[in-house]
Nanobody, 116 residues
Framework: QVQFVESGGGLVQPGGSLRLSCVAS????????MGWYRQTPWNQREWVAS???????NYTDAVQGRFTISRDNKANTVYLQMDDLKPEDAALYYC??????????WGQGTQVTVSA
């Protein structure tokens, strides 16, 4: 069964950093493009960043230059390094495949709170 387990969220002050991790199972990870997504109570889930099987990366404009996505195929893990965090980055962060997602298998997400 497909499963995504996110971790690494927390409370951080504006300007701070966090590193999110997501372990995937039930997929052939090395053949999957992966993405990070986020959702707030007042917005739909949105795409944040993605990484191809070859390591090519893309970011939404709001996080370009501040976030870095990476992957470790041996560990079936995708990471999101988040630097210079802003209050508007606060959200529940998820990982899934990209661009198509396993819509029935979203994980529990990891909460990021940015507050002074």
């Amino acid at each position: 069964q497909v499963q995504f387990v996110e971790s690494g969220g927390g409370l951080v002050q504006p300007g701070g950093s966090l590193r999110l991790s997501c372990v995937a199972s039930g997929i052939i990870f090395r053949t999957a493009h992966m993405g990070w997504y986020r959702q707030t109570p007042w917005n739909q889930r949105e795409w944040v960043a993605s990484i191809s099987t070859r390591g090519n990366t893309n970011y939404t404009d709001a996080v370009q230059g501040r976030f870095t996505i990476s992957r470790d195929n041996k560990a079936n893990t995708v990471y999101l390094q988040m630097d210079d965090l802003k209050p508007e980055d606060a959200a529940l962060y998820y990982c899934n495949t990209w661009p198509g997602v396993f819509s029935s298998f979203w994980g529990q997400g990891t909460q990021v709170t940015v507050s002074a």
